[in-house]
């Protein structure tokens, strides 16, 4: 059984950056088999059929425009998830992440089983902005979250002794280096 | 009112207005305004966009070396292409040269982008337009197959494979389920293929949405990985060793010979799927030659995958490099893109201020402080717009200008000036699909030749594959194992300040990234991307932009129903978030369309 944790959304527009932020959390917290992958999707959209594909289940951290108040997490489970993905229609080529899974449900090729951790954003807008407050105090509870599912799931996931090198994100990108405030 | 505009159009705003814009609950992205006379055809047209802006404000300060992952971020699909460009420009900053190998291996990346995003473009963000899916349940199999067949080699192509997938598209159609196929036109007058030819290209989407997975491996293999694939100032960051077995990450022959299988396979699905496709496509659309815009009259073209290593000279580039105004084709204007008054953004009609709007200002000197008001002429407010003034400010995009002339970017432009610098390997497969189809040179200006481009162009892109990874392997079995020069790496070795530029040919168009680099970090950090130059608004001259050149004088079957308007705009490419449809609250995609 092969898993696929994935994270989406932009990191450069303010809180659409939270999906990517939270896999990134999680994965500096946490190893996980070697049957699972943990993936920093970015705004690939479409470009990521492939890993859906590939996965018998998949568990998606994103921003989510529920109306709810910022900052709240939302789970989804299975067939609730396509009506759910995707705040911002950042995957920029007009393929949120709904079409991602109907693309995968077109070639057969589904998972069985689907979670969706979402958090409701407050800012979309603030290009180069950092994360709202309320949306970056849910990331540790939607890492909480996702490893109740994944544990739901059989998959086992052990904390990390130390920080690993690098991260799921580098080059200044990762969400402290990303989130400092350029000096000079 | 009528206005004629300097390059060459008559606007008349006063018919009705037909407002496409993909927002409903969520603002930003494309919008489109038309005009259409008595018998729908548009004679006026405005595109505003929200865009990325002032990537400068998130850059300012940080190390010159790690600007590529910040810009491979601004696009879902350019990734590759801004990291391409932003480490050129850095190196241009800093005098790096690179090793040859890093120059192949860039162009493998920068190649496999270009076959990658031209495939996926065609097959699953742009056939739609032209490919009526309800149309295809009605079709025979066995007349599909005959079809097929009588186009291509390509073996998938019995009745009882289109039996097959008709049966499986119609349950996906009538299971209502959200989908690609949801929200389109379908039945629309502007649909012009037999239900066997619709059949036929709806087999090709799905294998095509297989496929596009091998051709990303190329990136895996010399990127190190993928999604965002990396990058490095100096060269490429993966070390050859090419008896090694186990080494993480290093080139070595087994995954040489991967990319070389995956090439091989990338050269027979676009000669034997798309091209095939694309010409029997075109061939029930020459008639329909609407959407040309700027291409007949101005283009332009950086130039991308040079030949030599640090050696940007048009001799170099194998992608053409120049400028064409007036619909002069006998000349060909040098690019300089650090002078001054070649390259500049305008903002008279953008959402911008500077200190003075009738100037233009060059990129190392961009500025991007926002200035959102609307004109008088405005219908709606500002949180609900219901028609835009565009004598006034109107769109968050800048108007880019070569010389103060707007220009259209893209594969066409490439086309159209390789072309008309006579080079064989532009010229004779246009000219060859050209007479496949019966129709002039002057058929490529149009949506149709802009898809057409976009198909070639990705042929081309898949046979330079197989020239540059032979050059690799040609290199690497000389001895050449260089893949980066690291002699600059240490800020201590660089100048006080530095600035410099570097472009590539994205998919979608020109692009560039200017950098000043002042104590060893950034300084200012400006990016014009190709949907800048295609999406722009009117200048100070009022000079309109290609989006809005390409769909004047096109005649609508149907204002309620702008398959033709979406037909024309998904024929660029545009890189902003640009979905002509969008999401409702419910979950369903959609456009709206408001006709007032």
């Given at each position: 059984m092969t898993t696929l944790v994935l994270g989406i959304g932009n990191i450069l527009w303010g809180d659409e950056g939270f999906g990517v932020r939270a896999v990134e959390a999680l994965h500096r917290g946490y190893v996980l088999p070697n049957d699972v992958t943990v993936m920093d999707g970015g705004t690939q959209g479409l470009y990521l059929v492939q890993f859906v594909t590939a996965a018998d289940r998949l568990l998606v951290f994103?921003?989510?425009?529920?109306?709810?108040?910022?900052?709240t997490l939302k789970i989804v489970r299975d067939g609730e998830v396509p009506k759910f993905t995707g705040a911002k229609k950042m995957s920029l080529h007009q393929t949120g992440f709904q079409e991602v899974?109907?693309?995968?449900?077109?070639?057969?090729?589904?998972?069985?089983?689907?979670?969706?951790?979402?958090?409701?954003?407050?800012?979309?807008?603030?290009?180069?902005?950092?994360?709202?407050?309320?949306?970056?105090?849910?990331?540790?509870?939607?890492?909480?979250?996702?490893?109740?599912?994944?544990?739901e799931w059989g998959v086992p996931?052990?904390?990390?002794?130390?920080?690993?090198?690098?991260?799921l994100l580098a080059h200044d990108i990762d969400f402290l280096a990303y989130e400092r405030r350029a000096v000079g | 009112m009528t206005i004629q505009t300097p390059n060459g159009f008559t606007l008349d705003n006063s018919g009705k207005r037909v407002v496409v814009d993909p927002v409903t609950r969520i603002e930003g992205h494309l919008r489109v305004e038309v005009n259409l006379d008595k018998d729908n055809v548009i004679r006026n047209a405005v595109s505003t966009g929200t865009m990325w802006r002032g990537i400068e404000v998130i850059l300012r300060g940080r190390d010159p070396r790690d600007a590529w992952a910040f810009t491979e971020r601004i696009c879902g699909v350019c990734?590759?292409?801004?990291?391409?460009?932003?480490?050129?420009?850095?190196?241009?900053?800093?005098?790096?040269?690179?090793p040859e190998n890093a120059n192949i291996i860039r162009n493998l990346m920068q190649l496999t982008l270009q076959v990658h995003d031209h495939l996926v473009h065609f097959y699953h963000l742009h056939a739609l337009d032209w490919v009526d899916v309800v149309s295809a349940l009605k079709a025979d199999p066995k007349a599909t197959s005959a079809l097929a067949q009588s186009i291509s080699p390509w073996p998938l192509s019995s009745p009882g494979y289109f039996k097959d997938?008709?049966?499986?598209?119609?349950k996906f159609v009538e299971s209502g389920q959200l989908g690609p196929f949801k929200n389109g036109y379908w039945g629309h007058p502007a649909y012009k293929l037999p239900p066997e030819a619709n059949l036929m290209a709806v087999a090709h989407y799905l294998e095509a949405l297989d496929f596009q997975k091998e051709i990303v491996k190329i990136h895996t293999v010399y990127g190190g990985k993928n999604p965002h694939p990396n990058w490095l100032v100096g060269g490429v960051p993966c070390a050859i060793n090419i008896d090694g077995t186990g080494a993480v990450g290093a080139i070595n022959i087994e995954r040489l010979n991967l990319v070389s299988s995956i090439i091989d396979q990338s050269i027979a699905f676009v000669e034997q799927v798309y091209i095939p496709d694309l010409i029997a496509i075109a061939g029930f659309y020459k008639d329909w030659l609407y959407g040309g815009g700027l291409s007949s009259t101005s283009v332009m073209s950086y130039g991308d995958i040079?030949?030599?290593?640090?050696?940007?000279?048009?001799?170099?580039?194998?992608?053409?490099?120049?400028v064409i105004l007036n619909g002069n084709l006998k000349e060909i204007h040098p690019i300089d893109l650090e002078a001054p008054d070649q390259v500049q953004e305008f903002v008279t009609h953008s959402w911008y201020k500077y200190p003075d709007e009738a100037r233009g200002l060059h990129p190392y000197d961009g500025v991007t402080e926002p200035n959102f008001k609307l004109g008088p002429a405005t219908k709606g407010t500002k949180t609900d717009i219901e028609a835009l003034d565009e004598s006034a400010k109107y769109s968050f995009i800048k108007a880019p200008r070569w010389k103060g002339n707007a220009v259209e970017v893209g594969p066409l432009a490439r086309y159209i000036i390789g072309y008309a610098q006579g080079k064989a390997e532009f010229k004779e497969p246009t000219d060859?699909?050209?007479?496949?189809?019966?129709?002039?040179?002057?058929?490529l200006f149009s949506t149709l030749g802009r898809t057409a481009a976009r198909g070639l162009e990705c042929q081309w892109a898949a046979q330079k594959l197989r020239y540059y990874q032979d050059k690799l392997v040609a290199n690497i079995k000389a001895g050449d194992l260089a893949t980066a020069n690291t002699d600059k790496w240490l800020p201590s070795s660089w100048p006080k300040e530095a600035k410099g530029v570097g472009f590539t040919e994205a998919p979608r168009g020109a692009l560039a990234h200017w950098i000043k680099i002042k104590d060893t970090k950034i300084d200012n950090y400006q990016c014009v991307v190709p949907t800048t130059w295609n999406g722009s608004p009117r200048d100070p001259q009022g000079n309109i932009g290609a989006f809005e050149a390409a769909l004047m004088n096109t005649p609508m079957a149907d204002p309620n129903q702008p398959l033709e308007i979406i037909r024309t705009l998904h024929s660029f490419d545009p890189c902003l978030a640009c979905s002509t449809h969008v999401m409702s609250p419910d979950g369903q995609e959609m456009a709206t369309v408001t006709v007032r």
């Open positions: 994103d921003a989510i425009d529920y109306g709810l108040a910022p900052g899974l109907s693309a995968a449900d077109l070639l057969r090729r589904y998972p069985g089983k689907l979670a969706l951790v979402g958090c409701q954003p407050l800012d979309l807008e603030n290009w180069g902005g950092p994360l709202t407050a309320p949306v970056r105090d849910t990331i540790a509870p939607a890492v909480d979250a996702a490893l109740a599912i994944l544990s996931a052990t904390p990390r002794a130390t920080a690993e090198d690098g991260g | 990734t590759g292409t801004h990291a391409l460009t932003s480490v050129r420009a850095v190196e241009n900053a800093l005098k790096i040269a690179i997938l008709q049966i499986r598209l119609t040079p030949e030599y290593a640090n050696d940007y000279s048009d001799k170099s580039l194998q992608l053409p490099r120049g060859k699909l050209l007479a496949a189809l019966g129709v002039p040179v002057t058929a």
